[in-house]
């Protein structure tokens, strides 16, 4: 099978194209596995944090990739959830411990970065971490459904928000413009403010009906009672934090951050920033649960994610792309 392989790790500046493209032995599946025939991928900033070593793959080379969509080629010995040619997806959890909290679990695998994931034409996976998707959504559209949604979905959660109260999104990429029109859904009465780096950003985000957007460091017509943070940076941390009421929750989306404005938690003021019993939450990878609601969720609203896509040799480019910020939703790649 043809994959896109990461053989070592480094900055995309001094090496712009860190996967190649290679033949690899089709996987054949465990006892209690599936073989998946990979029809898309979405491209996540996981995959650059991978990458630039900030959550370093545990060996290498290794094929990234998470948000799969395919087909069920073979099934295992044991296995029994799954028919052969029914269309699943495959999240961020590869496996994990199966309790509520296995997100947290020491057994947590990620797929495509502790073992090889959906920048293939053929992945394997334990049963229990495919789920049927709803024929609603094309294979393109639904690929970003497996993370940046199903993350999205459990950070909303994790805000605690009641229907009426002001929401902020910091980063308006894959999972930003997911949240958006879920939220819109679960808070009607809520409005949305979007902060975003660039003009194509906010004016997207306009479109899906926010009621504000601006740059990261703007000041909202109004304090917010819960802020989701999805940048790679500290900067929208601190913006965030001053942008919040009294009470308030930020809730950061990011598996990393990057160390190049880390300088900036120097100027963290208790008063400005903390006070008032504001409280900083983090969200932990995510939970099979998590997945299996909001696909449930998005395919009543229908949730309606918007796509670039890229051929699979493409995935250098489509990776960069992400980094520069050029893009408006998500970035998949077409195997």
């Not at 780096?197 to 985000?205: I, K, L, P, V, W």
């Not at 990261?216 to 940048?231: H, K, M, N, V, Y």
Request: net charge negative; charged share 20%.
């Amino acid at each position: 099978m043809r994959a896109m392989s990461l053989q070592q790790l480094g900055s995309l500046d001094d090496n712009p194209q860190p996967l190649r493209l290679v033949e690899l032995p089709r996987p054949v599946p465990a006892d209690n596995e599936v073989l998946i025939r990979v029809a898309a991928c979405g491209v996540c900033h996981t995959e650059l944090d991978e990458i630039e070593g900030r959550t370093p793959p545990p060996r290498l080379p290794v094929v990234p990739g998470h948000e799969v969509i395919g087909y069920v080629e073979e099934v295992g010995d044991a296995a029994g959830k799954h028919k052969v040619g029914e269309r699943v997806g495959v999240g961020w959890i590869f496996r994990s411990s199966g309790a509520a909290d296995e997100n947290l679990s020491p057994e947590f695998l990620g797929t495509g970065r502790d073992v090889n994931g959906g920048y293939a034409e053929y992945m394997t996976v334990h049963e229990r971490y495919a789920y049927p998707i709803p024929a609603v959504f094309p294979d393109a559209e639904a690929a970003p459904l497996l993370c940046a949604g199903g993350v999205g979905f459990r950070a909303l959660r994790l805000t605690e928000l009641l229907d009426g109260q002001p929401l902020g999104l910091t980063g308006f990429g894959g999972s930003g413009h997911l949240v958006l029109q879920l939220a819109r859904h679960l808070y009607p009465a809520s409005e949305i403010y979007v902060f975003a780096r660039s003009a194509t950003e906010q004016a997207f985000a306009l479109e899906l009906g926010a009621a504000w957007s601006g740059d990261i460091e703007d000041q909202p017509p109004a304090l917010l009672r819960a802020i989701i943070d999805t940048t790679p940076a500290w900067r929208p941390v601190m913006a965030s934090l001053r942008n919040l009421q009294p009470g308030g929750r930020l809730v950061i989306n990011a598996i990393r951050k990057a160390n190049e404005d880390r300088h900036l938690l120097a100027e963290l003021s208790y008063e400005q920033h903390l006070w008032m019993e504001k409280e900083l939450k983090t969200v932990a990878n995510v939970t099979a649960s998590d997945i299996e609601q909001f696909l449930e969720v998005a395919a009543l609203i229908p949730i309606r994610p918007e796509v670039q896509t890229f051929a699979l040799a493409d995935a250098n480019a489509a990776l960069q792309d992400l980094r520069a910020g050029h893009l408006r939703g998500a970035n998949v790649l077409i195997i």
